[in-house]
């Protein structure tokens, strides 16, 4: 019978892993890929070498992980959608979305994943699941709910939720990877995610109220 991890060394592992990922995104956006070595992120975490493998088994996967991790930091609010309103809910959800896409380091860290596993064969072997992120699981739980209620008719998950994200990353985000200044107010942030809020509104809302 398998032995019980006990509350401490769950808390330990914890936060193990979160000094392991704080050590590795700083060396990974100051010296890059090639150059990152597994042991020079277990020093910087201070951690050892065993306790790093045992985590993540190689670079490549420690690279995703940290990416994946500043997405779902552990201060972020949840995401609270108002019961049966469609509009109030996709802006809510797109609100969460654009406060992620603007956070520090995220474009370096996107900027990174682009150029990266353009070079290295296994980085372009991990998924990088942008999709375990908690403001996209939110969002397909939305999109079901809607549907559940017949407010809602959207039949591909994963096409609705691309297309109301990409509307808000076309213009919170991308420039910004290309242009260092480029910044939004609040009230144009808010208007961005509001017109794609009323777009997908106009092709899947069935006009039933909840």
């Given at each position: 019978m398998p032995r019980e991890i006990s509350a401490y060394h769950r808390q330990v592992a914890a936060d193990n892993r979160a000094a392991i990922l704080e050590a590795a995104t700083e060396l990974f956006l100051a010296l890059g890929y090639d150059r990152t070595s597994l042991a020079r992120v277990?020093?910087?975490?201070?951690?050892?070498?065993?306790?790093?493998?045992?985590?993540?088994?190689t670079k490549a996967e420690l690279f995703e992980a940290m990416v994946l991790a500043a997405g779902d930091a552990p201060d972020s609010e949840p995401v609270e959608l108002p019961s049966g309103d469609l509009h109030a809910?996709?802006?809510?959800?797109?609100?969460?979305?654009?406060?992620?896409?603007?956070?520090?380091?995220?474009?370096?860290?996107?900027?990174?994943?682009?150029?990266?596993?353009?070079?290295?064969?296994?980085?372009?072997?991990?998924?990088?699941?942008f999709g375990t992120?908690?403001?996209?699981?939110a969002?397909?739980?939305?999109?079901?709910?809607a549907n559940a209620q017949g407010t809602a008719n959207v039949g591909d998950l994963d096409v609705a939720s691309a297309q109301f994200l990409g509307m808000i990353a076309t213009v919170v985000f991308w420039p910004r990877l290309?242009?260092?200044n480029w910044s939004l107010t609040d009230e144009e942030t808010h208007h961005t995610v509001d017109e794609a809020a009323?777009?997908?509104l106009a092709r899947y809302a069935t006009g039933v109220a909840a």
């Open positions: 277990a020093d910087g975490a201070g951690v050892s070498k065993a306790t790093l493998f045992k985590q993540f088994p809910g996709l802006v809510s959800l797109g609100m969460a979305y654009a406060e992620l896409l603007t956070r520090p380091r995220m474009t370096d860290l996107i900027r990174a994943v682009i150029t990266e596993s353009a070079r290295f064969p296994e980085l372009r072997e991990q998924t990088f699941n992120l908690p403001v996209l699981k969002l397909r739980e939305f999109f079901t709910a290309v242009h260092g009323q777009t997908i």
